[in-house]
Every structure is written in structure tokens, then in C-alpha cells.
């Protein structure tokens, strides 16, 4: 019987432990890095939006931007996807304050992204997002949302666009 091979129970055990330890080290590191590419997704999927309502107030607004994601989706500015109002891990919204001829005023949008999954363990991001008519993309503070009123986005600092 003394010419058994295997492993032993305890050698098993070791082998566990290490295991878990690796796997304690590198999961936090995984999440951190799929809301590091959500964030970058919901930077890039603004500034689609932003160039989308640009595009729709000169060819189809009639000099107004389009007060929802769906009326850009529609004519093929964006894609279904970011019209549906969700896209990695973040929620999106437009909201627009049309042209005013007899008072002068301009017409006027914002566009807003928010985690989906905001302070919790499996958190979609950190960051909220915002970008108004004039194209500067600002971000909340971290554990934050955006808020825009079709003319402005508040709470944010802008990001070195």
C-alpha cells in the first residue's frame, strides 16, 4: 500500500486555499474594470447623441432637437440600442426646449446617462454623465447621478474633452 499515487488531503487543501485567495484578489479587480468600460460606453454613447441631435436639428428638426431617444433611433442617427434608453449598464435620456422665434431664444438640449446599478456591490458605474447643446460632457461626482434641465447640465464637472 505504499506505493499509492495521488494527493493527499492536506496537499488538496493548500491547492484550495491558494485558489480562493487568487480568486479573492482578482474579482474586485474584474468588476472594477467592467464599470471602468461602462463608463467608457456611456461617455462615448453621450457624444453619439451629442453629434445625433446635431445632425437632427439641421436635417429634420426644423431647427429643434429631438425630445427623445426613440426620434433619433428612428431615422438611424443612433443605434436601437442606445434609442431604447439602456446600454451597458447605464440609462439614458434626452430632453429638449425648442426654438423660440418671437423671444429669440435658441433651441436648447441635454442628454443624460445614470448607472443602472448605483452603490451596490455589482455597481453598472460610478459616474453619472451629462451633455448639453454646446458639447462639454460633465460628470457627478463618484456615486452621483446627472440631472439636466434641456439647457444645462447641473452637478457635473466637466471631463477633459
Partial sequence: ??????????ELLIVVVIIGIIAAIAIPNLLAARRSANEGSAISSLRT???AQMTFQATSGGGNYATSLGNLATPG???SVLGSGTKSGYAFSTTAVALVTATGTPATFTAIGNPT??????????RGF???TEGVLGASAAGGASTGD????????????
Fill in 130 to 132: 451629462c451633455i448639453a
Fill in 77 to 79: 442617427l443612433i443605434d
Fill in 150 to 161: 434641456g439647457v444645462v447640465c447641473s452637478g457635473t464637472t466637466p471631463l477633459n474633452n
Fill in 117 to 126: 446599478q448605483l452603490g451596490t456591490p455589482m455597481a453598472t458605474g460610478t
Fill in 1 to 10: 500500500m505504499k506505493n499509492q499515487k495521488g494527493f493527499s488531503l492536506i
Fill in 49 to 51: 447623441t451629442h453629434g
